[in-house]
């Protein structure tokens, strides 16, 4: 699966070990940055590349990492065809995958070790859409 990731500097450490596990388990990974620890860098940069980049290809999934998430999540979602949620557990990540069929995922560095935020993208890449009628009608009213 193609996978876009991108994080700012509270999400930078996060991001290199999620690029390498996601690289090693045969995933076609496209790292947009930040590309080196910067304290000044800002979230919004990275989380428009990634989506955009997500936007462009309905196959592919992002992965976005700040200091909460939210923040990424937020800027994510302003581009047309983003569905970005925040997930602090696989259980999250697994509803948001379901129920929204969400594409990018949002992780918050400051609140995730690495072996739970591992945990949390292998949900987000395995679990499908649901195919209920209630969940497709709730998605259609999304855009």
Known sequence: MTVHIG?????FALKEFLAKRLFAAMHDVHDHGA??????DDYPDFARAVALAVAADPSARGML????????AIAANRISGIR???????AEA?????DEDANVLCLGADHLDEHAAWE???????????HDERHVRRRKKLG
């Open 84 to 90: 970005a949620s925040i997930a602090h557990s696989p």
């Open 120 to 130: 949390i993208v292998l949900m987000f890449l395995t679990a499908p859409a649901s």
């Open 65 to 72: 990492i700040c200091g909460s998430g939210a923040g990424m």
């Open 94 to 98: 697994h509803a948001a995958r379901a």
């Open 7 to 11: 994080a700012d500097h509270r999400g």
């Open 35 to 40: 590309l080196a620890f910067e304290p000044a």
